[in-house]
């Protein structure tokens, strides 16, 4: 069993950077596809970001978001710059054993594991 835990979230003005953190248990971390999701209220679960073979964005945020990892300490970030209203959500961090490619990474079912959410909120 893998459990996520997120945080880093805030409120923030329109403009403005955060970066969100999640910690992984397990011991295979380094072959997990991991991902960035957010919801919005009223809204669906919608992709922001993956890091599998490669890193994938939301066309709502590329250039703006950047995923990483850090396999030695179980640790993916999204680096949130040029924060806007539309992102205010609450980001979740969602993890899968393998690797997947652009199809399916984007996908909320394709995931197993999800952490509990942090909640991003952009003032305008």
């Known amino acids: 069993q893998v459990q996520l835990v997120e945080s880093g979230g805030g409120l923030v003005q329109t403009g403005d950077s955060l970066r969100l953190s999640c910690a992984a248990s397990?011991?295979?971390?380094?072959?997990?596809?991991m991902g960035w999701f957010r919801q919005a209220p009223g809204k669906e679960r919608e992709f922001v970001a993956a890091?599998?073979?490669?890193?994938y964005y939301a066309d709502s945020v590329k250039g703006r978001f950047a995923i990483s990892r850090d396999n030695a300490k179980n640790m993916v970030y999204l680096q949130m710059n040029s924060l806007k209203p539309e992102d205010t959500a609450v980001y979740y961090c969602?993890?899968?054993?393998?690797?997947?490619?652009?199809?399916?990474?984007?996908?909320?079912?394709?995931?197993?594991?999800w952490g509990q959410g942090t909640q991003v909120t952009v003032s305008s």
């Open positions: 969602a993890g899968r054993s393998g690797f997947f490619g652009s199809d399916y990474v984007r996908v909320p079912h394709e995931y197993d594991y």
């Open positions: 397990g011991r295979t971390f380094s072959s997990y596809t």
């Open positions: 890091t599998a073979w490669s890193t």
